[in-house]
């Protein structure tokens, strides 16, 4: 079955320094893997994902992620934070077990001047 | 209009209303979900639909009633909601490839309830 953990559920950072989210999967095929960001009483906005080519990942808003089969990581990152950076990022995982994504609990990202 | 639309952005019900939530894709996607947000838990994937039909519903109460009518809508109705139902409701919708495999959601910007 696939599931997505994402290691600490508030990461604070600031603004010009690096962004590391993390997020470990677990699933029995390779999957599918996803990021995503939620601002305030927003859905939630797709910043990058992995379908099985380029294992590092270029998204929207300057962040990357790079899928590490042996690691089971996918972790996001950002060379130097903005202060609208600050939001909720989710991790998901689809490995083809079902019909939905499996979402992680989410990190949320504080940017301090 | 494109993207993934919910209406209303807002809703205040009573506990003895009745109201339905609108989610409308314009994105030819052949699955639409719908999820529950509280405030400091984790997304709550409530019922699927794919190929207008329900393909899962994760023990949610039966004061909440989903309805498909065709792949570009999806309604949530409600009734004689809880208190603790207050949350942000979201709606996704996406494209499968083979069998399960979910190439990504795009979501919508959710309507926000509260019951009191």
């Known amino acids: 079955a696939q599931s997505v953990t994402q290691l600490g559920s508030h990461v604070s950072v600031s603004e010009g320094a690096l962004v590391l989210l993390r997020c470990n999967y677990s699933?029995?095929?390779?999957?599918?893997l996803f990021w995503y960001v939620q601002y305030p009483n927003q859905g939630l906005q797709l910043l990058l994902k992995y379908t099985s080519a380029a294992t590092l990942v270029k998204g929207i808003n300057g962040f990357e992620a790079e899928f590490k089969k042996s690691e089971t990581s996918f972790h996001l990152t950002k060379p130097s934070a903005h202060m609208s950076d600050a939001a909720e990022y989710f991790c998901a995982v689809s490995d083809g077990s079902g019909y939905a994504l499996n979402f992680g609990k989410g990190t949320s990202l504080l940017v301090t001047p | 209009e494109t993207g993934v639309t919910q209406t209303p952005r807002h809703l205040v019900m009573g506990m003895t209303n009745k109201k339905s939530l609108k989610c409308e894709q314009h994105l030819g996607h052949n699955a639409m979900y719908w999820y529950k947000q509280s405030a400091k838990k984790p997304l709550e994937l409530m019922f699927v639909y794919s190929l207008e039909e329900r393909v899962e519903n994760n023990s949610v109460p039966s004061r909440f009633s989903p309805e498909c009518p065709n792949s570009s809508h999806l309604f949530l109705h409600l009734h004689t909601l809880q208190p603790e139902d207050s949350a942000l409701y979201l709606c996704a919708s996406s494209q499968e490839i083979q069998g399960g495999w979910v190439y990504g959601y795009t979501f919508g910007s959710g309507t926000r309830l509260t019951v009191v």
């Open positions: 699933s029995s095929v390779p999957p599918y």
